[in-house]
């Protein structure tokens, strides 16, 4: 434990929201601006200083930069315009006054969209146990998304051998690790992407047994009757909209939708309605939804089973990385067009 004393000064830079955002986010709604943080915990405080390394983009981050009413039902609050923007991200502790991480530490969690962030949590990091393998990996398939697309598809989509599992936004950062768990437990799994390049890494490095691009498909429900024609066992929906839509007509009796995102949806004004949801009544299908924070109670057991997954070949990591704190609006924005292939990163420092 360190901390108090004259501190020395280093260069901040940091992603602030400038304005709150209405329909799809712009490079302009965020800007950079460089600030100067001191290398020492403040005195009389209990908190980590972090060097961030790697930033995670994610499109749940969307949510957060609306203004929305008080009380309304959001996962995290909205983002305050002026400050940093904030997500998951990996970083070396640089000074601690807690008594359970010292300089040095390898740690990831919550952190500012900033070269150095002061958590005032330190309970909330948690400890890089595998710093072997790239510590990029716990921005995504070791980290949040990773635990999200095991939570998700585990406990709650709860597969069977021999499933027949349909994945959208299956190249991205969850759907990439959803698909090869789904292989791992012996089902059959099918998968969505909006080009032809992101069908064929499903194919040739996800593992996926077949897929589709669905800019090419004038009826979707039609797409999964041809590649999935006994119906599915398991959805596990990352866009909602007309693909939740389409997926609900073609859940065999008994099926499990795992409501995970709706990255369709986050940037209308006014959401898509669901006409299909009559279709569960007859099969008893479940549509339950969930929110990765309430299972880090599995993180643990998570983070062995996938470290041992990657290191015997069983999961395959595809990221996309942006160098420099500075191009993280436009790494943000991109999400949302497809712009991404695979996990979208900000690398902010060297290992």
Same mark, same amino acid.
């Given at each position: 434990?360190?901390?108090?004393?004259?501190?020395?000064?280093?260069?901040?830079?940091?992603?602030?929201?400038?304005?709150?955002?209405?329909?799809?986010?712009?490079?302009?709604?965020?800007?950079?601006?460089?600030?100067?943080?001191?290398?020492?915990?403040?005195?009389?405080?209990?908190?980590?200083?972090?060097?961030?390394?790697?930033?995670?983009?994610?499109?749940?981050?969307? /949510?957060?930069?609306?203004?929305?009413?008080?009380?309304? #039902?959001?996962? %995290?609050?909205?983002? *305050? $315009? +002026?400050? @940093?923007?904030?997500?998951?991200?990996?970083?070396?502790?640089?000074?601690?006054?807690?008594?359970?991480?010292?300089?040095?530490?390898?740690?990831?969690?919550?952190?500012?969209?900033?070269?150095?962030?002061?958590?005032?949590?330190?309970?909330?990091?948690?400890?890089?146990?595998?710093?072997?393998?790239?510590?990029?990996?716990?921005?995504?398939?070791?980290?949040?998304?990773?635990?999200?697309?095991?939570?998700?598809?585990?406990?709650?989509?709860?597969?069977?051998?021999?499933?027949?599992?349909?994945?959208?936004?299956?190249? /991205?950062?969850?759907?990439?690790?959803?698909?090869?768990? #789904?292989?791992? %437990?012996?089902?059959? *799994? $099918? +998968?969505? @992407?909006?080009?032809?390049?992101?069908?064929?890494?499903?194919?040739?490095?996800?593992?996926?047994?077949?897929?589709?691009?669905?800019?090419?498909?004038?009826?979707?429900?039609?797409?999964?009757?041809?590649?999935?024609?006994?119906?599915?066992?398991?959805?596990?929906?990352n866009v909602g909209g007309a693909t939740l839509d389409a997926a609900l007509l073609r859940?065999?009796?008994?099926?499990?939708?795992?409501?995970?995102?709706?990255?369709?949806?986050?940037?209308?004004?006014?959401?898509?309605?669901?006409?299909?949801?009559?279709?569960?009544?007859?099969?008893?299908?479940?549509?339950?939804?969930?929110?990765?924070?309430?299972?880090?109670? *599995?993180?643990?057991?998570?983070?062995?089973?996938?470290?041992?997954?990657?290191?015997?070949?069983?999961?395959?990591?595809?990221?996309?990385?942006?160098?420099g704190i500075e191009n993280a609006p436009a790494a943000l924005v991109g999400l949302f067009?497809?712009?991404?292939?695979?996990?979208?990163?900000?690398?902010?420092?060297?290992?």
């Amino acid at each position: 434990m360190a901390g108090g004393g004259e501190a020395a000064m280093a260069r901040n830079k940091k992603v602030v929201l400038k304005r709150y955002v209405t329909g799809y986010p712009t490079e302009e709604d965020m800007e950079v601006v460089t600030d100067t943080v001191g290398l020492r915990v403040p005195a009389g405080s209990t908190a980590v200083l972090l060097k961030n390394l790697y930033l995670s983009c994610d499109p749940w981050m969307r /949510g957060r930069m609306s203004k929305h009413n008080d009380g309304a #039902a959001v996962p %995290a609050p909205d983002f *305050v $315009v +002026g400050e @940093a923007l904030v997500n998951f991200g990996v970083g070396v502790v640089v000074d601690s006054t807690h008594p359970e991480f010292d300089a040095g530490d390898l740690v990831w969690g919550m952190s500012g969209w900033e070269e150095y962030t002061l958590v005032a949590e330190p309970e909330s990091l948690i400890k890089i146990n595998h710093p072997e393998l790239p510590l990029s990996y716990y921005t995504g398939v070791l980290g949040m998304t990773g635990l999200t697309a095991y939570a998700g598809f585990v406990e709650v989509g709860k597969p069977k051998r021999g499933d027949a599992v349909f994945v959208s936004a299956a190249s /991205g950062a969850v759907g990439q690790v959803v698909g090869q768990l #789904a292989k791992i %437990a012996g089902c059959y *799994v $099918v +998968g969505s @992407a909006g080009s032809d390049e992101k069908v064929k890494l499903l194919k040739t490095t996800f593992g996926y047994d077949d897929a589709f691009n669905y800019k090419k498909e004038e009826d979707l429900a039609a797409a999964l009757t041809r590649c999935l024609p006994g119906g599915i066992d398991v959805y596990y929906d990352n866009v909602g909209g007309a693909t939740l839509d389409a997926a609900l007509l073609r859940m065999r009796r008994g099926g499990r939708v795992v409501v995970c995102g709706m990255i369709s949806q986050y940037n209308l004004q006014e959401p898509d309605g669901v006409r299909n949801l009559g279709c569960i009544i007859p099969k008893g299908v479940r549509v339950e939804g969930f929110n990765v924070v309430n299972h880090f109670d *599995v993180y643990a057991r998570f983070e062995e089973e996938m470290a041992g997954h990657i290191r015997e070949g069983n999961v395959n990591v595809v990221e996309d990385v942006v160098e420099g704190i500075e191009n993280a609006p436009a790494a943000l924005v991109g999400l949302f067009s497809g712009r991404n292939v695979g996990k979208q990163l900000v690398a902010i420092a060297k290992d």
